[in-house]
């Protein structure tokens, strides 16, 4: 089964805190693990990504946690903005059964609110 | 920057009609996805395509079908609109060459099927 299970669905944050976002999967010929980012009235746009012999990633205030052996991954926010409230989407990447591309499963999103 | 065009913002429909939804890119990659996003269900693949006149099944390609005569344009149809295809319809590209999972979308096109 290609699924991709996310939680919470939506998280409420303090400017300053920590948001948290968590990823769970099965199928272990995923191989690559992005996350992404919607605003209101826009497409979703990549964020950050890792490959699963990474256990972490980190671009500025974005950290993803990889945990190969548990099939679980996570989206860190730290010291969250306001202006990081949209809604997340966790992402595993698959070979196209032609072996030639690859496609997207998304998990369903993860709407953060970060109050002034 | 990549640019994923959509034909409309908005589309309002009646029970029947068969729909047409364009998109267009404009840096020559070489795939193209369309996806429905819902409140609580996420993004669905709908269908996709690696080339010219190629098309492949997503998860959920009941009810649609898609064309793809030329590599910028790729357009989604709903052969006979229904209620439960009310949506936000979300295209996306990705090159082949320089990183395939990164999906570049559009604004997407808010669909209602009265």
């Known amino acids: 089964q290609q699924q991709v299970k996310q939680s919470p669905q939506s998280l409420i944050v303090q400017k300053g805190g920590i948001s948290i976002i968590n990823c769970a999967y099965e199928n272990t010929a995923f191989d690559y693990f992005p996350w992404y980012q919607q605003f209101p009235g826009k497409g979703p746009a990549l964020l950050i990504a890792i490959r699963p012999d990474v256990s972490e990633k980190k671009e500025g205030r974005f950290t993803i946690s990889f945990n190969k052996s548990a099939k679980q991954f996570s989206l860190h926010i730290m010291d969250s903005q306001p202006g990081d409230s949209a809604t997340y989407f966790c992402?595993?990447?698959?070979?196209?059964?032609?072996?030639?591309?690859?496609?997207?499963?998304f998990g369903k999103g993860t709407l953060l609110t970060v109050n002034p | 920057d990549v640019k994923v065009t959509q034909s409309s913002r908005y589309l309002v429909k009646r029970t029947g009609e068969k729909v047409f939804l364009e998109c267009v890119q404009d840096m020559d990659h070489e795939n193209m996805f369309w996806y429905r996003q819902d409140p609580g269900l996420g993004l669905r693949l709908i269908y996709f395509?690696?080339?010219?006149?190629?098309?492949e099944k997503g998860d959920i390609p009941e009810g649609y079908s898609v064309s793809r005569e030329k590599k910028e344009r790729f357009s989604l149809i709903l052969e006979s609109a229904s209620t439960n295809q009310t949506s936000m319809y979300l295209c996306?590209?990705?090159?082949?060459?320089?990183?395939?999972?990164?999906?570049?979308f559009g604004s997407g096109t808010q669909l209602s099927v009265l």
């Open positions: 395509s690696y080339d010219v006149k190629m098309k």
């Open positions: 992402a595993a990447r698959i070979e196209n059964s032609g072996g030639s591309n690859y496609k997207l499963t």
């Open positions: 996306a590209s990705s090159s082949s060459g320089t990183g395939p999972e990164k999906l570049f």
